[in-house]
């Protein structure tokens, strides 16, 4: 067997053929160290893999047994020591004096990440040999060693320093040091504030007295959110009971408050009346204790907050601001100023504050107290401060990722993440879609959640990257079914289905629109029973968006328009109350000359649906596609009704909605129109603002310049003045020589036969 045979066995995890082969292999070759060291590390995955300890051990020494063949075969395979020298260190207390020689051996070679781990298995084999002056000695120098090797990556750099510390902890507890233990424990907490032993440690902190130290780590675990309920509850019924006992310290008893309002039922009862009576009698409880501690200022006031007492809750706001003022606080005055005085306050806070997740929470906060208000125009008025606060966070946690700068308040890598992905919607919700864009794969990369994919997916589609926007709905429906709710598993689609048909990829969204409704039929209407109100109404909406869109997908067919305006037809034989169904139909009797059915659809659309609540744009479309059904009708005065009311529509609108092209359009008809109602003076007039939009814009000339060129020609000629009839055609004819009408015309004005010369003649 070849040995790049015995590699992909081992790639492929398939350890235990690949041991059987090796050891045949070796007995051919037995002083071929890359087989030995195959052969142990094999050895070794299967050894980590299996639960009977005595197979366990037995597979150990025989990878440890591998690896030492290979260091015969070449003592200066470092690998081959490494391994070795962990498994000496961690698994078979019996190599001590082996992996101290390993380790030694290893340092020596000078190569720093090799140093860093040779230390720490010397470390571990100095603790099991109670050597607790040479165990303390290798993690300082480990320490140092890290200083080097870490220097420009702070994230990472930190972590090994929480681990260092925590060992030299670890050591002093062990041998009942334990002032010192807390002590290096104070060390690695502010190093790597977000870490797995904070529930311990603070039980330590507790029982040695070091209230503030306990209060900044209970702080972390409320954050956090990662510990069980029972063990965080434990925990707050222990600080509460000491500070029943007696104890008093501002900072635990202030984080005691803040995990009260993370378990409010378990501390206060079902009864929201009582136990919001309760929680401000414990603030003020605690006032009265601490009266220069802001946050039980803001704890009272929040009490009456959150039953929408403003009125009593600003005054304590306003205190709690006066001391010190906490982000949660801020956004919870600034809200409940509005609600007293009418208007949010002129300014805000200027502090400096260097916790990124204090203000990322802020705009959490914030975000769902707004998002409750009905007034859209407060909505809008707040979306700045949530852009705000998300930026505050967002530059100091990527000031610590990426610039090498800040403290481990910044290290939560799922925190950033969240930050992220709420920073770029606060930006997609202002505008600033280039900007968001950019956002979300700085924390996608972090920590990958679909939510960024889908938030940056409406980015790319406000900036017309509708390829962009397509990839990424794809991937979340390629690695994220599994926690996608079901909810969006449909509007996905329907998104991927409509960008799919703007960029003309007809066939494949023909094929995801046939695929989801595959899956309506056969689970999705099933499932989604069980979900509540507002998820299945939004699923039913966007079900009825997708079918309605097959408006819009257009196939080979022979009778490709037809079969769209059936599948249509046949929605509404279900449902005849889709307003968007009539909308999209509007289009389709139009392409396929059935004006009639046009002017009904719309008609339809304006009766079920009305008209009010639609975008700018969409209302614009219902009557200027009915004033242009009626133009082909004939009903030239219906015609410019619409088109006018059209331009009405326009006027309310912003610079997007009153686009020149869009102009243009209702000009070009409504000349058209009245040149059809014998009004020629308008017709010239409005096909004159036609002309002056292709001078204004520098648009070159092209079919639509010579149509509204063509109606001018028309209507002078109405006006018998065939001078300035015949020239305009001639222009026509000399710009655009492919344009028939006008061709026509100037054949027919050149004329022909006796009576043309005559006319000539006179």
Known sequence: MHFDELERLYNEQAYTEAITKLEIYLQDNPGEARGWQLLGLSQLENAKATD???????????????????????????????????MGANVMADKGDETISDCDILIAGGDEELTTKALLYRFQVWVLK????????????????YESLYADDLPQLNVARFQCFTRIGDVYYHTENRPAALEYYKQAFECTVFNNRLLSTTWFALDMADY??????????????????????RLLRHIQ???????????????????????????????????????????????????????????????????????????????????????????RWYFTSYKVNGQFPGSW????????????????????????????GVKQASTALKRFLYKKAFDIYHAYWYENSGNSYAGHPHHFAMCCNNYGIALYEGGIFVEAAHVHPIGYNMSPFWEQLESRADAYHSMGKLAEAIADRHTILEN?????????????????????????????????????????????????????????????????????????????????????????ETHLVEKPDDSDAYFNLMYLYFDNAQYEHCIGAINNRISIGGITKLPVISQMKIYYFRGKAALKLGRYKAAITDLLHTLQIMSNGDAADNAPNYRFGVYAFLAEAYLGEKEYDECLAYATQCLNIYAGNNWAWDTEASAVRYTMALAYEAKDDPGTCKKIIDLIVANDPEFRPAAEKKNELRGGGLFSFFRKKK
């Open 241 to 331: 009971q000491l500070l029943a006992d007696g104890v008093r310290n501002a900072a635990l008893a202030r984080e005691f408050c803040k995990g009260t309002t993370e378990f409010w039922q378990q501390f206060f009862g079902d009864d929201d009346d009582e136990g919001t009576l309760e929680q401000i009698s414990t603030g003020k409880h605690f006032i009265a204790e601490y009266p220069d501690e802001a946050y039980f200022y803001h704890y009272t006031a929040t009490a009456f907050f959150n039953i929408g007492s403003y009125q009593e809750a600003l005054p304590w706001y306003e205190k709690s601001m006066a001391i010190k003022p906490y982000q949660f606080s801020m956004v």
């Open 130 to 145: 109670n050597e607790t002056e040479k165990a303390l000695a290798d993690m300082h120098r480990n320490l140092q060693v």
């Open 349 to 376: 806070p200027d502090v400096e504050h260097h916790i990124p997740y204090d203000w990322y929470a802020a705009g959490v906060i914030f975000s769902e107290i707004i998002q409750l208000e009905k007034d859209n």
């Open 212 to 233: 503030d130290f306990a209060a900044s780590m209970l702080q972390i675990m409320i954050t956090a959110g990662e510990n069980t309920q029972e063990d965080m509850l």
């Open 480 to 568: 994220f079914t599994e926690v996608l709710p079901l909810m969006y598993y449909v509007s996905i689609h329907e998104r991927m289905i409509d960008d799919l048909c703007t960029l003309e990829k007809h066939a494949e969204a023909l094929d995801l629109y046939e695929k989801i409704l595959a899956e309506y039929n056969t689970w999705i209407a099933k499932d989604m029973q069980e979900l509540e109100d507002y998820d299945r109404e939004t699923i039913t909406y966007n079900i009825d968006r997708i079918k309605t869109g097959r408006a819009f997908i257009r196939t080979n067919s022979a009778d490709d328009l037809s079969e769209r305006i059936l599948a249509l």
């Open 52 to 86: 009977n300890r005595d197979l366990a051990t037995a597979m150990y020494n025989e990878a440890y047994e591998a690896f030492s063949q290979v260091l015969t075969i070449d003592p200066a395979h470092v690998q081959a020591r490494v391994h070795r020298a962990y």
